[in-house]
């Protein structure tokens, strides 16, 4: 629009010259002003389409006063075919061939107007195809950037949700097999006590001895159904570094993990994995120091290499996506390459958990 609105007035400036050559004469300069009037309107507002008629119409009626009026029939030319209506534009451009004045020089002239004006209505249109594509490239990013964290907090809750089944299924386990054998176990004995009758007495110890007996055999059976088949939490973080041969790596961990949720952990092996990756792939360490901490509020992880080569300043696409992962779980990741490779994660914890 810029270029559109220069044009104009540049060829304002090309009337007031061919007046000036011209004579100066006050009607010639009435006719221009009349035209920079529409142009000044155009370069305010938005004119609707019909008003280039304005611009055919004082140039039609000056015909007959001054030959500067033929040039002034750029500006509509110019303006129709700004507007898409080339065939209307071609039409002004046809009339050339009608009047007193035409020659070689106004023929081009004219087509300059034409060609400016159907030059600048294609880039204009592919400006605004190019912008609707940008937006809906930016609608589509923005719904995947929902979409995974919705993804994420769904991942939160059914981990969640998954911890109280098994809670609600252990618990379960307990009361409907130990519960009620050490509960009989307990009477057994007490009634033990007040017995005289020794036969009486070693049946109780019988029940007893059975109750305990059963009630081992089911702690035993619900221990092995508990055990995990795989690695999780903690034990699988060690098994990732106790893995990466490739480096000399110190583990320091401290704190309760037990409080670290599942979905948290998926979180902490990425980023454990992806610091792993990138050390090998772009530092030249020979050490990395990994430390992980559990408090009652938070859990972080620290992970730093001894590497000097900076070879890789930019942030990639998995550690962007850990960063979005971390802020929909409530934290930041960190990274930081001014003295080695180092990456400081926290995520806060549930006062629940």
Partial sequence: MLFVKGWRFLQAGVLFHLWILEGSRVS????????????????????????????????FLYF????????????PIFELAFRGKWYFSFLLFAS????????????????????FGTFSWIALKNQQKYI??????????????????????????ASHHAELLERYRISRELHDHLGHDLTGASLALRAYEYVKNPEEANQLLQEVRNRLERSTIHLRETVHNMTPTMLIGVDSFENI?????????????SGDMLRVPA????????????ALTNVARHSNATKVEIDLQATDSIVRLLIGDN????????????????????????????????NGFLLVGVIPLDKEG
Wanted: hydrophobic letters at 45%; aromatic letters at 14%.
């Fill in 28 to 59: 010639s300069f009435i006719m221009i002003l009349l035209l920079l009037v529409m142009i000044s309107l155009r370069w305010r507002y938005r004119m609707p389409v019909w008003s280039v008629g304005l611009d055919v119409t004082i140039c």
């Fill in 64 to 75: 007959p006063i001054t030959d500067i009026s033929y040039y002034g029939l750029v500006l």
């Fill in 96 to 115: 050339l061939f009608f009047t007193p004045s035409a020659s070689s020089f106004l023929f081009w002239y004219y087509f300059q107007g034409f060609f």
């Fill in 132 to 157: 609707l594509e940008a937006d809906e490239q930016r609608q589509a990013r923005y719904e995947l950037e929902r979409i995974k964290l919705d993804l994420l907090e769904a991942n939160k809750k």
């Fill in 241 to 253: 570094v106790d893995q990466f041969q490739q480096l000399n790596i110190e583990f320091h961990k």
């Fill in 263 to 274: 979905h948290i952990w998926g979180w902490l092996e990425a980023c454990l994995k992806e």
């Fill in 307 to 338: 590497g000097t080569v900076q070879t890789n300043n930019s942030t990639g696409s998995g550690l962007r996506g850990l960063q979005m992962r971390a802020r929909s779980l409530g934290g930041s990741l960190s990274v930081s390459r001014d």
